[in-house]
């Protein structure tokens, strides 16, 4: 294996760790009684009853969730960002969130209240949301091959705007005593989902990001521009879509359990390509590691920063993320792009 | 132009017809480059230089009518086959995000790689070598955005060239350079085509360089091939006038014997919007 190889296989082996690491401090951190200590003996019989469940049945669920969400949230910002050939693109602020969330609303509205945590149901209705919004940001904002960001982020905010108004609607309709849901779930907040939850996200973020990384040097060729790309080799049209069914894909199977958790796919893919450097190979999963530890720090702080009021973790993420695209975007305007 | 050997050009369009939406460019266009050429494609502004090298690049599907590369048809070359024949250095190179130069030329490993899209060391020494000739060695961990317009430039050919392909294609490469990158640019290539036997077609806005680097001289005119062979043939006074609506003076280099074109004033009013 070459220098490179090995050094990536180094930087993706700490981050891996890095996650390991902050899973294991979000379980021992919380409200409740249960600290590191009873951690330690999770498998004890002389562990009470009620620690185990605290442990186990509230805050795993929760932490695992908050990794997975970071992780597809990331990988799926990586992809736009290459597809769409523009740094600012993350899937909330394209609208592709939005449109997976109202999918997401709509299903449940259809099926019944009952049938939140489907596990299946849910995310197919965010996907074809999701995909609903590609489809009008694709015919909207890119044009022969390219795409400019004033356009671009013009079209997300839009359908930002549509979907939000609806999933109120669609959510409040009848029973305004459903607002406040409806409004954690357009800031985006994770819950303790059941384990068939788990299993769907786990599954659906793990193949997408999968094939991400299979397709990530023809991601690189695409930083030429789409022309060049089939220069060198690349079948463009197809790997543009299976790039951003995937993505939406991962995209919609979080938003469809966690709401509109803003600005992850930006902030880590940049901080990813600050430290190791913009290759796609490398990229991919060192966003997804990385940004698994980020929401399951941010959700940490979200649910222990006012104790015992928990925060929505898009509060932080909206927070760190919204000044960080404003700095983006003054940046690339006073280089001209 | 071709011998009357058996193997078939290295570059053929057969009879290509081509419109942009409402805009004929070409109509049963014909054009053979032969294995080892140096051709300079010349002509105004909008009479097809680089939609004939889109073409020639598979980047445009013609209306009727084949482009072949060596005998098959671009057509039923897949893109990866595509880019181990075709090397392509277009006119303008926008890159996101700082890729290093060593990573640009390793790009161009791109059609011979793997499933999983990683380099061995046998495309290492090939970006080496490649770099090596284009003199771009020393930039190899520079960021591609930092670069100047001429060190671009050889980069994006050392790319094409780590394609290893048969044909070159060149887009107007000396159009943002200055008179000594132009030249650096032109040597490279006649060095290229010399000395491996690379097949190179460049489109030029420059008469003069292309005429004293290219054995050929292609000049199109309305979406056909007004004259064709080599540089003395090709530049003369009548031509101009025709051509590019210009009155010039063509000398002959006392050393090479190249002919030299010297605008000397444009035939009928250009005024504004013309």
Same mark, same amino acid.
């Given at each position: 294996?070459?220098?490179?190889?090995?050094?990536?296989?180094?930087?993706?082996?700490?981050?891996?760790?890095?996650?390991?690491?902050?899973?294991?401090?979000?379980?021992?951190?919380?409200?409740?009684?249960?600290?590191?200590?009873?951690?330690?003996?999770?498998?004890?019989?002389?562990?009470?009853?009620?620690?185990?469940?605290?442990?186990?049945?509230?805050?795993?669920?929760?932490?695992?969730?908050?990794?997975?969400?970071?992780?597809?949230?990331?990988?799926?910002?990586?992809?736009?960002?290459?597809?769409?050939?523009?740094?600012?693109?993350?899937?909330?602020?394209?609208?592709?969130?939005?449109?997976?969330?109202?999918?997401?609303?709509?299903?449940?509205?259809?099926?019944?209240?009952?049938?939140?945590?489907?596990?299946?149901?849910?995310?197919?209705?965010?996907?074809?949301?999701?995909?609903?919004?590609? *489809?009008?940001?694709?015919?909207?904002?890119?044009?022969?091959?390219?795409?400019?960001?004033?356009?671009?982020?013009?079209?997300?905010?839009?359908?930002?705007?549509?979907?939000?108004?609806?999933?109120?609607?669609?959510?409040?309709?009848?029973?305004?005593?459903?607002?406040?849901?409806?409004?954690?779930?357009?800031?985006?907040?994770?819950?303790?989902?059941?384990?068939?939850?788990?299993?769907?996200?786990?599954?659906?973020?793990?193949?997408?990001?999968?094939?991400?990384?299979?397709?990530?040097?023809?991601?690189?060729?695409?930083?030429?521009?789409?022309?060049?790309?089939?220069?060198?080799?690349?079948?463009?049209?197809?790997?543009?879509?299976?790039?951003?069914?995937?993505?939406?894909?991962?995209?919609?199977?979080?938003?469809?359990?966690?709401?509109?958790?803003?600005?992850?796919?930006?902030?880590?893919?940049?901080?990813?390509?600050?430290?190791?450097?913009?290759?796609?190979?490398?990229?991919?999963?060192?966003?997804?590691?990385?940004?698994?530890?980020?929401?399951?720090?941010?959700?940490?702080?979200?649910?222990?920063?006012?104790?015992?009021?928990?925060?929505?973790?898009?509060?932080?993420?909206?927070?760190?993320?919204?000044?960080?695209?404003?700095?983006?975007?003054?940046?690339?305007?006073?280089?001209?792009? | 132009?071709?011998?009357?050997?058996?193997?078939?050009?290295?570059?053929?369009?057969?009879?290509?017809?081509?419109?942009?939406?409402?805009?004929?460019?070409?109509?049963?266009?014909?054009?053979?480059?032969?294995?080892? /050429?140096?051709?300079?494609?010349?002509?105004?502004?909008?009479?097809?230089?680089?939609?004939?090298?889109?073409?020639?690049?598979?980047?445009?599907?013609?209306?009727?009518?084949?482009?072949?590369?060596?005998?098959?048809?671009?057509?039923?070359?897949?893109?990866?086959?595509?880019?181990?024949?075709?090397?392509?250095?277009?006119?303008?190179?926008?890159?996101?995000?700082?890729?290093?130069?060593?990573?640009?030329?390793?790009?161009?490993?791109?059609?011979?790689?793997?499933?999983?899209?990683?380099?061995?060391?046998?495309?290492? /020494?090939?970006?080496?070598?490649?770099?090596?000739?284009?003199?771009?060695?020393?930039?190899?961990?520079?960021?591609?955005?930092?670069?100047?317009?001429?060190?671009?430039?050889?980069?994006?050919?050392?790319?094409?060239?780590?394609?290893?392909?048969?044909?070159?294609?060149?887009?107007?490469?000396?159009?943002?350079?200055?008179?000594?990158?132009?030249?650096?640019?032109?040597?490279?290539? @006649?060095?290229?085509?010399?000395?491996?036997?690379?097949?190179?077609?460049?489109?030029?806005?420059?008469?003069?360089?292309?005429?004293?680097?290219?054995?050929?001289?292609?000049?199109?005119?309305?979406?056909?091939?007004?004259?064709?062979?080599?540089?003395?043939?090709?530049?003369?006074? @009548?031509?101009?006038?025709?051509?590019?609506?210009?009155?010039?003076?063509?000398?002959?280099?006392?050393?090479?014997?190249?002919?030299?074109? *010297?605008?000397?004033?444009?035939?009928?009013?250009?005024?504004?919007?013309?």
């Amino acid at each position: 294996m070459s220098a490179e190889g090995r050094s990536w296989g180094l930087i993706l082996g700490l981050l891996a760790l890095g996650l390991a690491g902050t899973i294991w401090l979000a379980l021992g951190i919380g409200v409740g009684r249960a600290g590191f200590g009873d951690l330690g003996r999770i498998t004890s019989q002389d562990l009470d009853p009620w620690t185990r469940a605290i442990l186990l049945d509230v805050r795993l669920p929760r932490v695992l969730l908050a990794a997975l969400v970071g992780a597809a949230l990331s990988g799926a910002g990586v992809a736009f960002q290459a597809t769409l050939r523009n740094p600012l693109s993350d899937p909330y602020i394209l609208g592709v969130s939005g449109g997976a969330a109202l999918g997401a609303v709509a299903f449940t509205a259809m099926a019944g209240g009952s049938r939140v945590w489907s596990p299946l149901g849910r995310p197919a209705a965010a996907f074809a949301g999701a995909m609903l919004s590609v *489809v009008v940001l694709f015919a909207l904002a890119r044009i022969r091959g390219r795409t400019e960001t004033t356009a671009l982020l013009l079209v997300g905010v839009i359908i930002n705007a549509i979907d939000s108004a609806l999933i109120l609607f669609l959510v409040t309709a009848g029973d305004t005593s459903r607002f406040q849901g409806a409004l954690f779930y357009l800031v985006g907040s994770i819950g303790s989902p059941p384990w068939s939850v788990i299993a769907s996200i786990a599954g659906l973020t793990v193949a997408g990001l999968a094939g991400l990384t299979l397709l990530s040097h023809r991601l690189n060729l695409l930083s030429f521009g789409e022309e060049t790309a089939g220069h060198l080799g690349v079948n463009v049209e197809a790997v543009l879509w299976t790039a951003v069914v995937s993505a939406s894909l991962i995209t919609a199977a979080s938003v469809a359990f966690v709401g509109l958790v803003g600005f992850v796919g930006l902030i880590v893919p940049h901080a990813v390509r600050a430290a190791f450097g913009p290759d796609h190979r490398l990229l991919v999963p060192a966003s997804a590691l990385a940004g698994g530890s980020f929401l399951v720090l941010a959700d940490t702080l979200a649910r222990v920063m006012f104790a015992p009021v928990e925060l929505p973790v898009g509060v932080i993420t909206a927070l760190l993320g919204g000044p960080f695209f404003l700095y983006l975007f003054m940046k690339r305007l006073r280089e001209g792009g | 132009m071709a011998g009357p050997s058996a193997s078939p050009p290295a570059l053929r369009l057969a009879a290509v017809t081509f419109a942009y939406r409402h805009s004929p460019i070409f109509d049963r266009f014909h054009l053979t480059v032969s294995e080892g /050429e140096m051709i300079g494609i010349l002509g105004p502004n909008g009479t097809g230089k680089t939609t004939l090298l889109r073409l020639a690049a598979g980047s445009l599907r013609p209306g009727s009518g084949a482009v072949e590369v060596r005998g098959s048809d671009l057509a039923t070359i897949g893109p990866r086959a595509r880019a181990r024949t075709i090397g392509v250095v277009p006119q303008e190179n926008h890159l996101v995000h700082d890729f290093s130069v060593e990573e640009v030329v390793l790009m161009g490993r791109g059609p011979h790689l793997g499933l999983l899209g990683l380099e061995g060391p046998r495309d290492r /020494e090939i970006a080496h070598a490649v770099m090596t000739r284009t003199n771009v060695l020393d930039l190899a961990k520079r960021p591609f955005r930092t670069l100047s317009g001429g060190e671009r430039q050889r980069v994006v050919v050392a790319r094409a060239l780590a394609q290893q392909p048969l044909i070159l294609l060149l887009d107007e490469p000396t159009a943002f350079l200055d008179l000594r990158h132009q030249v650096a640019i032109y040597a490279l290539l @006649e060095k290229l085509n010399r000395e491996s036997g690379l097949t190179v077609v460049v489109a030029s806005h420059d008469v003069n360089l292309a005429a004293r680097h290219c054995r050929r001289l292609i000049l199109l005119h309305e979406g056909r091939i007004y004259a064709d062979g080599p540089p003395a043939e090709v530049l003369r006074v @009548e031509t101009f006038r025709t051509v590019f609506g210009v009155d010039v003076e063509v000398r002959a280099d006392p050393s090479t014997g190249v002919p030299h074109v *010297v605008p000397v004033a444009a035939i009928g009013a250009i005024g504004p919007g013309t």
